[in-house]
Structure formats: structure tokens, C-alpha cells
């Protein structure tokens, strides 16, 4: 194969080789193949689909591969991805080359000398090294955190009538493992593998449990995990049991492999088992409220603290078993969220604040598991999935309609993604309560739609009900008055929030967004409330117009001009709302409190119950459902509980309480699988 001149570099394609400024550099034969189709379409646009038919015929690659051999050609021809003086992006849809091509017909090789066995041996050495590390930097540039991710080729590897979550990857990539369970609303699942060639699955737990998040040993051999014998809230009979298991899989995908519990009925919450080495197995660690990373020896049974930070709480983390450090993160009384690298002695190696933006909330949890390059972190949040750096800078991927993703995993190679695909259809209706208990036959439904709709509202005075609604794709605000329905918001990365409240009067709605306090009209006219501060939610719209809310744990109550008056302050404030007497009840720290003139009053009828689906404050009233999705009516004036009769709907969550009506939203169908994805970086 002839030798050419390209501007001043010597191709020898025979060779795989370049020589520049009488300096050889080897390069990989594809690479040159794919030098050889540019230069065969000189300063004409390849497209990739060309070069792929040309250079990887018959072959199955991902589309990586392409964009490796490009990079290495713009570095052995002194380019980059910046410039592209002589190798073109066009995005979207191919490469081109911009240089001057002649033939070689009297350039000459550079001289080679001599040498001794001793020197062609060192000298081999080094050069292996010097190449080892170019791969090195060539492939960690690569996995570097890049603006123009997408998730294409959506690909169920789950497709059962019952119910699969949380699936990752086995470290050899052929095996996805998850969880299964049958009833969508139970919280105990089994643990299953799947073959992906072959599509085999198999059980490897006899019993179910509520399970943690699977990590592997070194030698891939073994499966470590948490698991909660009491499942969500014990009886009071009932012994709060957490254990931390381990299960050689090899065996138990042939049946014979019973979890070996290492740690039994531990008293303290711990979760997230990562492995770290044979014999040591990180843990999350929850001690009242605080959580720390700590270590379990396996042989001597014995915890190590690793980290334990001050005043943040730490929500999720990962273990990067090839540079032997943690991902931490974790969130501050602030509602400010870090992600730090953590070495194994506890050390912080590094530490950044998470840049929320536009489309993030303060109020969410990033939780997240490492990229197999260990540059950036994969996390899902209620907005979405989304990639962050060690920096805190967050990137969103682009993937296909598929809205509601969650527990993302890579493969080991980084080119593909598995995640817990969530489809919901949720519909809002209204029952009727007689004679001071519930008629479940009575369902009259409010919106039908295919999408997710809930946490309806009665309209004070008229016969409008508002609601928010999935059905533009993303959360917005809609009415439903007589049956006409009408969209109020139009925020176009969708609404944050769940809550909203009714004007006294019934012609406003006010919302958060973002922090910041809005009031609809029922024509959609908006008002920005300026405010000294962001909100964290409202909670009550008080007869006067002052709008109750709460903000680093203090409440709050403004009027419509944004003139501000502090409440009180407290400790882990959940909610707050104004009685008739002028006293304030309060939610903190899993405790009903009514806080007077003088003194704060527990409501230890109510303590059981304020961890609800949803509370609802109604005419000096409390409304809730308790795990049984039974009713209850607590009275402030005349200080009695009502227990109603259990709600017989799947999945229902208590919207609003009007007269003798009830609002609801409940399931019609929910579907949770396994859906795998290609990567692909879209800028190249």
C-alpha cells in the first residue's frame, strides 16, 4: 500500500504508521482504515453509518469505537476536538478531512540505528509503559462528562405481568440481576438473575424479603446485600431486624446456594452494602440522625467507622474499587447537597457543592452509583436522570419518551445503561361518606386520562376541582369544572411541586416553583410573590389572605404585596396549620404538637397516624389514612378521633375532604420492568 504525504506527516498504511518531524508513532490498524476512507472522500462528509460499513463490516461495535479512532488520529496529527483543523466534526452526521494529500516518492525513513539486546529491551519496556498510559488518558478522556449523552434503543429485558425493579449488571456484563414481587404495593421481593444472551432466568432467593442494592466481590464470585426481616412499620409484637447477607451466585444459579447471613438482626438501619475486600464489606450506617460509612469485617464481625461527617447527612454513596475511594453524598441542614471522594482511611480528597439547577429541586435526593470510569456519578431524581461530576456540575442525558426512570445501572463497559422503567395510570375520583361512614360503591370519577393525575382540591365556593396531571408529559396544573378541562400552568421543564392550594375565595391558586411563590387566576394570568427567601412548601391559605409557609424549618406567613411575618421555628418542621382559636399545630420529628400561648401540647392520639399518605386540614379538622388505608377525622375543637372504614382501592392516596365528599386518587394500573439502553455521545 503506497505511502502519501498528509501536510507534513508521512502515512505509511503498510506499516500502521505515522512519521512526523522524523518521529514514528504507531497507530491502530482500524484507525488508519478510517484515515484511508476520509482520504479516499477528501473534503467531502462521511457519514458514520459509511464508516462503519467500510472499516467494522460484518462486525458488531458500538458507536464508541469510531469516535476513539478519530481521537487518536487528531492527536498523532497534533488536532483535537476543539480545533479540527484537519479532521471535521459535523454533528449528527459524519467526519470530514481537511488536509493536503501527495504521494511519497522520495521522503525517506528516519535512520535507525543498532542497538544492543539490553537497550531494544528497556527500551521496549518504556515504550509499553508510555503506551499503557496514553491508553489510560485516551480512555478516561473519553468517560470525561460530556453535555450531549443520549439513551437510544430502548430494550425491555423484563416483560412478566408481575413486578421487576432495581436490576444492575453482573461485573462480566452477561448477567442482569433484580428484584421481582408481585404485588407492586408489597415491599418484600425476591432476588432473580438473568442470562442476557440466553434470556434464562432464575430464582436464587427462596424467601423474600425487603432487599438492598447488590455489590460484588473482587473475584465476581460473590453477591453481598442488606435485608429488613419487618419489611416497612413492625407491629408492636414485632423485632426491628436488619441483616447483612452474602450468596455465591455460581451456585445459586444452579440452586444449590442458600444466603449465608453475616451480620443477624442488627438493631441499627444499614444499607447500601458495597464490597471491599474478601473479608471487608462497607455499610451505611443510620444512628439516630446522623449515618455513617463504616466497615464489617467479616471474619472478626467487628464495624470500623470510615466517615461521619458534621452537620450532613449522608443519603448515598459508591465504592471505586480500582482507585480505592468512595463517592459520598450528602445533604446539609441547608438543603445544600455535596459530593465528595472519600479515601479508605476517611480521608475527603475532595469536595463539591451539587449545582441544582432549573430543573432540580433542593428538596430532592440524588442518589447514585458510579460510572465504570469513576469520573462522574448516574443519579435519578423525581425530574429525571441525571450525570454529576466531582465538581457538582449536572448534565441531562436525552432518552427517549420514557419519562419515568429510575435505579440506573452501566454496564461494565459504560456503552449501555439498565433502569427501572415506572408506568403509572392514576385516575381522581370523589366518594361519598353516609350516615358517618364510607360508601366505597359510590366512586363518581373526576379525570380519566392514561397518565398519571392526583392530589385533586374541591374548589372553596364553585364546583371546579383542580389537579395536577402528567398527560403533557411533564406535571402541570389543570381544572376540571362541570367536565371541561383546562391547563392553568405551562412551566416548560414541568412543575417541581405536588402541592398547591385554593384562595379562600376560590379564584387563585398559589404554587412554588423553583423556590419562589406564584398565585394563578383561573385564566391562567400569573403573579410572582417576592419574597426574602425560597420556600419550601405552603401549607395554608387562611381566611385574612395570608398564605402559611415553610422555610429552613420556620414558618412563615405572607400576603399577596410579600409582606413577611416569622411564625415560630422548629426542629424536622413536616407541616403546620393555623386552628380557629389562633394556635398553631405542628408536625416535628414524627410528633403531633399543638403550640399555644404558653405552652406546647403532644397529641399522642395522632402520633400513630401523622405519618400518612397525606394529611389534609379541613374546617379545624385532620384527615389522614394509616397503613391500612383506613380513614381516620381528628377534631381540634372537640379533641376526638373518628376511625372510618378502610378505603378498598389500590393505591390510594387521600386528595381532599368538602362536606360529605371524599377525593381520591388511585391506581388503574402500575407496571414496573427492566429497560436497557444504549449510551451514546451525540457531540461527535
Not at 479532521?87 to 544492543?116: F, M, R, W
Not at 429488613?228 to 413492625?234: E, G, L, R, V
Not at 409557609?549 to 426542629?571: K, P
Request: hydrophobic content about 35%; overall charge neutral; glycine content about 4%.
Amino acid at each position: 500500500m503506497n505511502r502519501f504525504l498528509l501536510n507534513d506527516c508521512l502515512i505509511d498504511p503498510s506499516r500502521n504508521t505515522f512519521v512526523i518531524e522524523g518521529k514514528i508513532v504507531d497507530i491502530q490498524p482500524k484507525a488508519m482504515e478510517v484515515l484511508l476512507v476520509l482520504k479516499n472522500n477528501i473534503g467531502q462528509v462521511v457519514s458514520h453509518d459509511q464508516l462503519m460499513d467500510e472499516v467494522w463490516s460484518n462486525t458488531v461495535v458500538n458507536a464508541n469505537t469510531l469516535q476513539r479512532c478519530i481521537t487518536q488520529l487528531r492527536q498523532a496529527l497534533g488536532d483535537n476536538g476543539k480545533q479540527q483543523r484537519v479532521i471535521q466534526t459535523h454533528a449528527k452526521k459524519g467526519y470530514c478531512l481537511l488536509a493536503e494529500i501527495n504521494q511519497a516518492t522520495n521522503v525517506q525513513q528516519p535512520p535507525s540505528k543498532k542497538l544492543d539486546k539490553r537497550k531494544t529491551f528497556y527500551i521496549a519496556i518504556c515504550f509499553s509503559i508510555i503506551s499503557l498510559i496514553i491508553v489510560f488518558i485516551l480512555l478516561a478522556d473519553s468517560a470525561k462528562l460530556n453535555k450531549n449523552v443520549s439513551f437510544i434503543n430502548p430494550k425491555p429485558l423484563t416483560a412478566s405481568d408481575i413486578q421487576e425493579h432495581f436490576g444492575s449488571y453482573s461485573p462480566d456484563g452477561k448477567f442482569i440481576l433484580f428484584q421481582r414481587k408481585s404485588d407492586i404495593y408489597s415491599c418484600s421481593a425476591m432476588l432473580w438473575a438473568k442470562n442476557i444472551k440466553t434470556g434464562k432466568e432464575t430464582q436464587l432467593l427462596k424467601n423474600a424479603e425487603r432487599l438492598g442494592s447488590v455489590s460484588w466481590s473482587n473475584d465476581s464470585n460473590q453477591i453481598v446485600f442488606t435485608s429488613q426481616t419487618h419489611c416497612m412499620d413492625p407491629k408492636p409484637t414485632q423485632e426491628k431486624c436488619w441483616k447483612l447477607n452474602t450468596l455465591d451466585f455460581s451456585l445459586a444459579l444452579q440452586g444449590e446456594a442458600l444466603p449465608i447471613t453475616q451480620l443477624g438482626c442488627y438493631e441499627q438501619p444499614i444499607a447500601h452494602a458495597r464490597w471491599l475486600t474478601d473479608n471487608s464489606i462497607a455499610i451505611l450506617e443510620s444512628n439516630q440522625d446522623s449515618q455513617q460509612l463504616v466497615s464489617f469485617n467479616l471474619l472478626t464481625k467487628r464495624f470500623t467507622k470510615i466517615y461521619s461527617p458534621t452537620a450532613k447527612f449522608i443519603y448515598s454513596y459508591d465504592y471505586d474499587a480500582k482507585r480505592q475511594r468512595f463517592v459520598v453524598i450528602s445533604k446539609s441542614g441547608q438543603d445544600q447537597h455535596t459530593i465528595e471522594s472519600i479515601g479508605l482511611n476517611g480521608e475527603v480528597l475532595s469536595h463539591a457543592v451539587i449545582q441544582i439547577n432549573d430543573h432540580q429541586t433542593s428538596k430532592e435526593y440524588f442518589n447514585s452509583v458510579l460510572h465504570p470510569s469513576g469520573d462522574f456519578v448516574i443519579s435519578y431524581t423525581s425530574s429525571g436522570i441525571r450525570y454529576i461530576d466531582f465538581e457538582g456540575k449536572i448534565v441531562e442525558p436525552h432518552y427517549d419518551s420514557l419519562v419515568d426512570l429510575l435505579s440506573p445501572s452501566f454496564h461494565p463497559s459504560g456503552d449501555k445503561i439498565v433502569a427501572t422503567h415506572m408506568m403509572f395510570d392514576t385516575d381522581i375520583g370523589v366518594i361519598k361518606v353516609r350516615h358517618n361512614q364510607i360508601d366505597n360503591s359510590s366512586l363518581s370519577i373526576v379525570s380519566r386520562s392514561s397518565a398519571p393525575e392526583y392530589n385533586a382540591k374541591f374548589q372553596p365556593t364553585g364546583n371546579a376541582i383542580a389537579f395536577m396531571s402528567m398527560r403533557t408529559g411533564n406535571r402541570q396544573l389543570w381544572i376540571n369544572e362541570n367536565n371541561n378541562e383546562k391547563q392553568i400552568t405551562r412551566a416548560q421543564n414541568g412543575l417541581l411541586t405536588f402541592t398547591f392550594l385554593w384562595s379562600p375565595d376560590g379564584k387563585n391558586l398559589a404554587l412554588v416553583e423553583n423556590g419562589a411563590l406564584f398565585v394563578y387566576g383561573l385564566t391562567s394570568n400569573k403573579q410572582k410573590i417576592s419574597l426574602p427567601h425560597q420556600i419550601d412548601r405552603i401549607t395554608q391559605w387562611l381566611d385574612n389572605g395570608m398564605i402559611m409557609y415553610i422555610t429552613n424549618n420556620q414558618l412563615y406567613q405572607t400576603n399577596l404585596s410579600g409582606e413577611v411575618e416569622q411564625l415560630m421555628e422548629g426542629n424536622s418542621l413536616k407541616t403546620a396549620y393555623m386552628l380557629d382559636n389562633g394556635n398553631i399545630f405542628y408536625i416535628s420529628d414524627n410528633t403531633a404538637i399543638v403550640n399555644g400561648l404558653q405552652t406546647n401540647t403532644e397529641i399522642t392520639a395522632l402520633s400513630p397516624l401523622i405519618n400518612a399518605k397525606r394529611l389534609i386540614f379541613k374546617n379545624n379538622q385532620l384527615f389522614g389514612i394509616n397503613g391500612g388505608d383506613q380513614l381516620w377525622q381528628y377534631n381540634f375543637t372537640t379533641e376526638s378521633l373518628n376511625m372510618l372504614e378502610p378505603l378498598k382501592y389500590k393505591g390510594v392516596k387521600l386528595s381532599d375532604v368538602k362536606n360529605d365528599q371524599i377525593l381520591i386518587s388511585y391506581d388503574v394500573d402500575v407496571k414496573m420492568e427492566i429497560i436497557e439502553f444504549d449510551v451514546i455521545n451525540t457531540s461527535q
